[in-house]
């Protein structure tokens, strides 16, 4: 291997663990990262839809543009608010009247109070408004759904899906059916630097996981705005579910085998990029929950 590509490789290694590391202040922290807003770009889906973008920390927003308002997906962290209004002003002159959480994490919910003080109304699954409330969150949800919502405004229809638990228990999907797009929050996450992160303590579930993105895959899309990472496709998703299932079944055969803790680590550093290890006690979550 020449010098050049030495020097990639460890460049693509020290980025992927900085982005975990990331996910973990987020996390730890909930509604804020660092002291600098995100850098952030708007790239346009389709004509009335627009994801507010940035590499890797905090998560993608979605934007659907009504004449009677925007509903927007995730709204990151609470110092990415203004910037976020600021960058809707470059395509409407409406206001954002539904904020919909795909989940209770900071890095897609920190925005929801400075959303709330402009008159937005939140919305969340109930399942996540219960992990809102257990820590405290600022900016909680005022409308909480358990399996299905819709959302109608401007003539255009939103529909909310809870399918099960994946990455917390109170994971949503967004579909919008005449532009055949999803968002999907962390239960998909897109790119070399964004692996499969279980968060047990919000509920999620490793054996859930592929099934929850069965149900997913069901509807009728072509375009999927990820949690993290650049708009993509439904085939990338469907991989991304394959991996799931591939890493549980891999874990289960491994534990039925007999395998130390030390070699499941090091199948799932090298086969599946890190996935839980990053946060402690999650490796345990999975070991537990797959045995």
């Known amino acids: 291997m020449y010098g050049s590509e030495v020097t990639r490789m460890k460049t693509r290694i020290s980025m992927a663990v900085g982005f975990l590391l990331l996910l973990v202040v987020a996390y730890v922290h909930g509604q804020q990262f660092g002291n600098q807003p995100a850098k952030l770009d708007l790239v346009k889906v389709k004509d009335d839809l627009f994801v507010i973008h940035n590499p890797f920390v905090p998560g993608n927003t979605t934007a659907l543009v009504t004449n009677e308002g925007v509903v927007l997906v995730d709204d990151k962290f609470d ?28 890095d897609h919910s920190g925005g929801n109070a400075r959303l709330q003080a402009t008159g937005a109304q939140v919305i969340a699954s109930e399942a996540a408004f219960r992990h809102f409330v257990d820590a405290k969150q600022p900016g909680q949800p005022t409308v909480t759904f358990v399996d299905r919502a819709l959302i109608h ?40 630097m964004t692996p499969m992160l279980i968060d047990y303590q919000g509920g999620g579930s490793a054996k859930d996981w592929p099934a929850t993105l069965d ?55 090298s086969d599946f990029q890190g996935a839980q290890l990053i946060f402690p006690g999650l490796l345990a979550g999975l070991l537990n929950e797959l045995q």
């Not at 967004?174 to 239960?187: I, M, Q």
């Open 153 to 192: 405004l401007g003539g255009k229809e939103v529909r909310l899906y809870q399918f099960g638990r994946a990455h917390t228990s109170g994971d949503v999907f967004v579909y919008f059916p005449a532009d055949r797009v999803l968002a999907s929050g962390d239960t998909f996450t897109f790119g070399p």
């Open 215 to 269: 149900r997913a895959l069901e509807l009728d899309f072509d375009t999927v705005v990820p949690g993290h990472g650049d708009v993509t496709t439904k085939a990338e998703m469907r991989k991304f579910r394959d991996s799931a299932q591939a890493m549980r079944t891999r874990v289960h055969e491994m534990l039925v085998q007999k395998k130390t803790e030390a070699e499941i680590t090091a199948v799932l550093k």
């Open 79 to 106: 110092m990415d608010a203004a910037n976020i209004l600021a960058m809707l002003k470059s395509v409407t002159n409406q206001p954002v009247r539904y904020v919909i959480n795909t989940h209770h994490h900071g």
